[in-house]
C-alpha cells in the first residue's frame, strides 16, 4: 500500500494568511494525488485533482504542486470559510489511500 | 450534475452484515467511471473500502476483502455495499463517491449515512 504522509497534522491561522500543507507518499506515483476540504457533518469535497488541477468552482486562492512522492497545498489568503480539514489522497494503486488530514483552524 | 445518495439501515447488530446502496442520478452506472465506498469511523480520518468499475470489475482494501462485496444494479442505476461480521470498529459514516479516472479523483460524493453496529 502507498502510505500517505500529511504536515502537519494541525494547523492554527489568522484570516488573510497563506499556509501551505504538504502530503508525501511512500512511493513515486506521478501526478495521481488529489486534494480535498471536508467540513464538520459534510462529505470531503474535491479541491484539486491531479496535483494542480483545479476543480471548477474552487477559488484561485487555492493552488496545488508536486510530483512523485512531495506535493503541496497552498492557500494564498485564508478566508473564514476555509477553515476546514484537509485531506491529500492517491489514485495511482489501489488500495486508494488518504493522508491523515490537517486540521486548520482559527487562530 | 451529477447526484449520489446513500441509504440503508441506521443500526446494524454485531456479527450482522451491513447492507448499503448508493443511488445515482445523473449519470449512468454504465458509464465509464469507478464508484467506490469511502468510510469515516467518528473524529477519524478516511479508508476506501473498495470500488466497482463500469464494466463491473470490483478492486478491495485488502484490510476488508474477506468482508465486502461491491455490486452493481443497472436496471436501477445503483451500486452496493454488504460488508459480513460487523463489529463496533465497523461503526462509521459510509460514503459512496464517483472517480470519472484515475486523474479526476472522487469528483461527486453523496452525503454519507452514519451505520452504527450496537446490540
Known amino acids: 500500500d502507498i502510505q500517505m504522509t500529511q504536515s502537519p497534522s494541525s494547523l492554527s491561522a489568522s484570516v488573510g494568511d497563506r499556509v501551505t500543507i504538504t502530503c508525501r507518499a511512500s512511493q513515486t506515483m506521478s501526478i495521481y494525488l488529489h486534494w480535498y476540504q471536508q467540513k464538520p457533518g459534510k462529505a470531503p469535497k474535491l479541491l484539486i485533482n491531479a496535483a494542480s488541477s483545479l476543480q471548477s468552482g474552487v477559488p484561485s486562492r487555492f493552488s496545488g504542486s508536486g510530483i512523485g512522492t512531495d506535493f503541496t497545498l497552498t492557500i494564498s489568503s485564508l478566508q473564514p470559510e476555509d477553515f476546514a480539514i484537509y485531506y491529500c489522497q492517491q489514485t495511482y494503486s489501489t488500495p486508494y489511500t488518504f493522508g491523515q488530514g490537517t486540521n486548520l483552524e482559527i487562530k | 450534475q451529477v447526484q449520489l445518495q446513500e441509504s440503508g439501515p441506521g443500526l446494524v447488530r454485531p456479527s450482522g452484515t451491513l447492507s448499503l446502496t448508493c443511488i445515482v442520478s445523473g449519470d449512468s452506472i454504465s458509464s465509464t467511471n469507478w464508484w467506490s465506498w469511502v468510510r469515516q469511523p467518528p473524529g477519524k480520518g478516511l479508508e476506501w473500502i473498495g470500488e466497482i468499475s463500469h464494466s463491473g470489475k470490483t478492486d478491495y482494501n485488502p484490510s476488508l476483502k474477506s468482508r465486502v462485496t461491491i455490486s452493481v444494479d443497472r436496471s436501477k442505476n445503483l451500486f452496493s455495499l454488504e460488508m459480513t461480521s460487523v463489529t463496533a470498529a465497523d461503526t462509521a459514516v459510509y460514503y459512496c463517491?464517483?472517480?470519472?479516472?484515475?486523474?479526476?479523483?472522487?469528483?461527486?460524493w453523496g452525503q454519507g449515512t452514519l451505520v452504527t453496529v450496537s446490540s
Open positions: 463517491a464517483k472517480m470519472s479516472s484515475g486523474w479526476s479523483g472522487f469528483d461527486f
